[in-house]
């Protein structure tokens, strides 16, 4: 039986101010992270080693993702 | 500036962001383009004259930092157009003082003299301790005496001008929410540039980030070192304002180019508003003599009801 391999995603929310760690499937991308976590891309950036990464940029095993909100302070 | 695509890439540097229309572009390119963007609506809506002595609301979050950061550049390259910062301290605790070291850092670092004044000193009460007392919004009584003493200062600095954070964001929210709550006169208050020029007590307020997304000034806030690590404030969470732009953000996810249709087609009906709602002499309040469309301004009534309760 084939397994299918998955990855394992830390990740900091900015808004929440939190960690999680995030199971996808193995070609997973930054699109797919935030649909699990259902969090409307619209509403953040996403940074990988302080770098910013777009929704289609595919996701590594044990990437250290943060999630940083847009949302004005008032 | 005009970028060339290479299949929706701009070059072939790492792209930062993805714009509405489907470009994608690195940092340099986004840079460009943000601050074009920038100097575009203030030329588009003649927001800042060739003499200014322009004053800058901040708060320390990254829509007044970026303000501040761009018109600073403008300011090194006309040396006629003065830049002041104004920052409030509505006294949110373990909100505001965390923001205006951000400000005060920023400032000291480029060379900004920033001019803080704060609701307990010129009013007597924090935000927090008057929301304690009355039971009200906490973003309409903030915002009243925010307006008024960033108008009151601005006066007494003697600004030309006031340039604040609104973003494209902001703007599109403060549109539906008048449509909802059928108070299309404050619509007519909108726009890039408000307040009335002709007379001594208003200081008329300039948005340069008008035609930005939020997502792209966080961008340019997140590569150029003005992202801060502090939250939205916590009052404003649950407010009607709040819920209005989740709505926004659900429809710009689904329709990309929602909020941009929104502005764009209001500012096609501004000027009939503004033509209808064209204000009568401006009064001013009985009691502080600050501008006012009724007898006493709202910031007095506020006062006067702290204070009763206070004695009480």
Redesign the interface.
């Known amino acids: 039986m084939l397994l299918m391999k998955t990855i394992k995603i830390n990740v900091f929310i900015?808004?929440e101010?939190k960690n999680a760690e995030v199971e996808l499937g193995g070609s997973s991308s930054v699109s797919d992270l935030l649909n699990k976590l259902k969090i409307?891309?619209?509403?953040v950036?996403v940074?990988r080693n302080n770098?910013?990464i777009?929704?289609d940029e595919k996701l590594n095993d044990k990437d250290e993702i943060k999630i940083?909100?847009?949302?004005?302070?008032? | 500036m005009q970028i060339k695509l290479n299949n929706q890439n701009c070059c072939g540097e790492?792209?930062?962001?993805?714009l509405t229309a489907g470009e994608?572009l690195c940092r340099g390119h986004f840079n460009e383009y943000f601050e074009s963007k920038v100097f575009k609506t203030i030329r588009q809506f003649d927001l800042i004259g060739k003499e200014e002595n322009l004053g800058v609301a901040l708060?320390?979050?990254?829509?007044s930092l970026t303000v501040l950061t761009i018109l600073n550049k403008l300011s090194t390259q006309n040396p006629k157009i003065k830049i002041h910062a104004i920052a409030i301290d509505e006294g949110i605790a373990g909100?505001r003082d965390k923001?205006l070291a951000t400000a005060q850092k920023f400032c000291d670092e480029n060379g900004v003299k920033l001019n803080i004044f704060s609701y307990k000193e010129e009013f007597g009460f924090t935000l927090d301790e008057m929301l304690k007392i009355l039971n009200v919004k906490p973003?309409s009584i903030c915002g009243v005496f925010r307006r008024y003493l960033l108008n009151k200062k601005s006066r007494e600095l003697k600004l030309t001008k006031l340039a604040t954070?609104h973003?494209l964001?902001?703007e599109c929210q403060s549109i539906i929410m008048n449509q909802m709550k059928n108070n299309i006169e404050a619509s007519a208050r909108l726009g890039p540039k408000v307040g009335v020029i002709s007379d001594e007590k208003f200081a008329q307020r300039i948005k340069p980030l008008y035609l930005c997304m939020?997502?792209e000034?966080?961008?340019y806030a997140?590569?150029n070192g003005l992202?801060d690590?502090?939250?939205?404030?916590p009052?404003?969470a649950h407010s009607f304002r709040a819920q209005v732009?989740d709505m926004l953000?659900?429809m710009?996810?689904k329709f990309a180019g929602t909020k941009y249709g929104i502005v764009n087609s209001f500012l096609e009906t501004l000027p009939i508003l503004k033509e209808k709602f064209r204000g009568e002499m401006v009064q001013v309040c009985a009691k502080c003599s600050e501008p006012s469309s009724n007898d006493l301004c709202s910031a007095c009534v506020y006062l006067e009801k702290l204070r009763k309760s206070v004695m009480h």
Request: aromatic share 6%; with cysteine; proline share 3%.
């Open positions: 900015d808004r101010n409307n891309p619209v509403t950036i940074s770098e910013l777009l929704e940083l909100s847009v949302i004005s302070g008032g | 790492k792209p930062v962001i993805q994608k708060s320390g979050g990254k829509d909100y923001t973003c954070g973003n964001d902001d939020e997502k000034v966080t961008t997140f590569i992202l690590n502090f939250n939205e404030c009052n404003a732009r953000n659900d710009e996810q």
